[in-house]
Nanobody, 123 residues
């Protein structure tokens, strides 16, 4: 069983940057993809970005394209989300996820989730 631990959240002013990291432990990740989702208060958990583990193909939700970059380090079993030009609407709890499903923008593709890390962007 893979466990996921996120780190790197915090408070930043609009226009600033944060880097989220997710470490997979327990065994070497052998699933299809790892991704990041976010959930703001009173809202559903939304897709942010994902990377297909074996080939490195990435996918982003439209609102973060050009600002966020997802990357993976297969040797270290980690995935990171570099977030630049942050906006107040990016404020949410960010969750790392790992899974075997092919619909990588859907929460249903993931069977393992981290505990979440808070990102707050002030205006």
């Amino acid at each position: 069983q893979v466990q996921l631990v996120e780190s790197g959240g915090g408070l930043v002013q609009a226009g600033g940057s944060l880097r989220l990291s997710c470490a997979a432990s327990g065994r070497t990740f052998s699933g299809y993809a790892m991704g990041w989702f976010r959930q703001a208060p009173g809202k559903e958990r939304d897709f942010v970005a994902a990377v297909v583990w074996r080939v490195g193909t990435t996918s982003y939700t439209k609102s973060v394209m050009g600002r966020f970059t997802i990357s993976r380090d297969s040797a270290k079993n980690t995935v990171t989300l570099q977030m630049n030009s942050l906006k107040p609407e990016d404020t949410a709890v960010y969750y790392c996820a790992a899974g075997v499903g092919r619909s990588i923008s859907s929460p249903g593709a993931y069977d393992t989730w981290g505990q979440g890390t808070q990102v707050t962007v002030s205006s």
